[in-house]
């Protein structure tokens, strides 16, 4: 069996880094029960919009493919 090619180990750092943050995998799990603006999520959260949008950021970039 072949190794994965370059593009796919690339793609799965990418995945798995998005993930292991903890707010960003917050983030995931409170999008699961249906869309939230990035307002809304920072007031549930707590955090400041800037916060949120930092972080909403990475996580499209990693799991779009």
């Known amino acids: ?3 994965p090619a370059g593009e796919a180990v690339m793609f799965g750092q990418q995945f798995l880094h ?4 903890p707010t960003r995998l917050r ?3 409170m999008l ?7 307002k ?3 007031e549930r959260m707590g ?7 930092r ?3 990475i996580l499209p970039s990693s799991m779009a493919k």
């Open 1 to 3: 069996q072949r190794p």
């Open 18 to 21: 998005a993930l292991s943050d």
């Open 27 to 29: 983030i995931l799990l």
């Open 32 to 38: 699961s029960g249906g869309p939230l603006g990035q």
């Open 40 to 42: 809304e999520l920072g």
């Open 47 to 53: 955090y400041a919009k800037s916060t949120i949008s």
């Open 55 to 57: 972080h909403a950021e």
